[in-house]
């Protein structure tokens, strides 16, 4: 488990105008409060005294920028996640994909704690539901209450994540669901509270993600929110101007939506949900589903 002192790094300007820049394209949204318990409360006045004291740049004298072995705090997340590259063992194609799945799970339970990034905690939330879908979620990174119940998408979101497998006709074991990040990503004096993960984190994970997409080959992939969008996609843009069509991950269609923790953010916002629900129509057309004219109309206005 990190200490304070970590989060106390000069590398800490560079989160402060990240979560300025967060929070002021938040407000651009529409959305005027932000919840923070006392712990994040604490953790951003550290993080701000902290960007106070790191010594600023002199552009005459500055070094140039820190590769990604350096401090890859100071890429963007998209650079990092270039530079990267983490080794995995090959696993035989020819087993069946349970076992292949242990197999790469394994693995990752058994990285070297040099290799593995400090900032996450160390209790591993792999994956859930079946290997054999149609189907694959690939959500951020497990939060508090995936951490205690070792399973993806048990906590809010989850719970509106399986709302949505209803108004779809689906169960939530007919479908494959993991996340980028296998950890919860730490922060100061943890308690509830969860966090993005960063670049570095992201970018450890992209090996295993690509791996884990070759075993389970849906036929389709839908990334939830920012985190699976830049992963899987490699672009630093939106989920507002990626969603809405077909991208393809590796030869398999991927639809790019709102994270349902976004949806739940947003009080449940009609525009935002009726969104949603066409990225999952085109979703089950995708699927070879059938679909309702019913289900057509989900979440229109005045519906
Ligand atoms: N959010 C995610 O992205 N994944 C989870 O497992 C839970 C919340």
Same mark, same amino acid.
């Given at each position: ?120 905690? +160390? ?5 859930? !539901?079946?290997?054999?879908? =149609? &189907?694959?979620? @690939?959500? %951020? /990174?497990? $939060?508090?209450?995936?951490? +205690? ?5 048990? !906590?809010?979101?989850?719970? =509106? &994540?399986?709302? @949505?497998? %209803? /108004?779809? $006709? ?134």
């Amino acid at each position: 488990m990190p200490t304070t002192n970590e989060y106390h790094s000069p590398s800490n300007t560079g989160l402060m105008r990240q979560l300025v820049k967060y929070l002021e394209s938040q407000k651009a949204k529409g959305l005027s409060h932000v919840l923070l318990d006392e712990d994040a409360r604490q953790a951003l006045r550290n993080l701000a005294n902290s960007s106070k004291s790191a010594p600023k740049s002199n552009p005459t004298t500055s070094k140039p920028p820190a590769t990604a072995t350096q401090n890859p705090q100071s890429l963007t997340k998209r650079e990092a996640i270039n530079a990267h590259a983490f080794g995995l063992t090959a696993i035989s194609p020819t087993l069946p994909k349970s076992e292949q799945l242990a197999q790469l799970e394994q693995q990752v339970r058994a990285w070297p704690s040099g290799d593995f990034p400090q900032s996450l905690r +160390k209790t591993m939330v792999f994956s859930s !539901g079946n290997p054999e879908s =149609k &189907l694959m979620l @690939i959500g %951020e /990174a497990p $939060g508090h209450e995936e951490e +205690k119940a070792l399973c993806p998408f048990v !906590g809010p979101a989850g719970k =509106k &994540l399986d709302q @949505i497998f %209803e /108004a779809m $006709g689906l169960k939530r074991d007919e479908t494959y669901a993991t996340n980028i990040v296998k950890f919860r990503p730490a922060t100061a004096r943890q308690t509830t509270n969860n966090r993005k993960p960063n670049a570095e984190e992201v970018a450890a994970f992209i090996p295993v993600i690509r791996e884990e997409i070759r075993i389970v080959a849906p036929q389709c992939i839908v990334a939830l929110g920012a985190t699976a969008l830049e992963a899987l996609l490699g672009t630093d843009s939106t989920v507002a101007s990626e969603r809405g069509r077909w991208h393809e991950f590796e030869g398999i269609p991927l639809r790019v939506t709102y994270h349902p923790s976004y949806l739940l953010q947003t009080g449940e916002n009609l525009s935002i949900k009726r969104m949603l629900w066409e990225d999952m129509l085109a979703v089950m057309e995708k699927i070879g589903m059938e679909i309702s004219t019913k289900q057509r109309g989900y979440f229109l206005p005045n519906s």
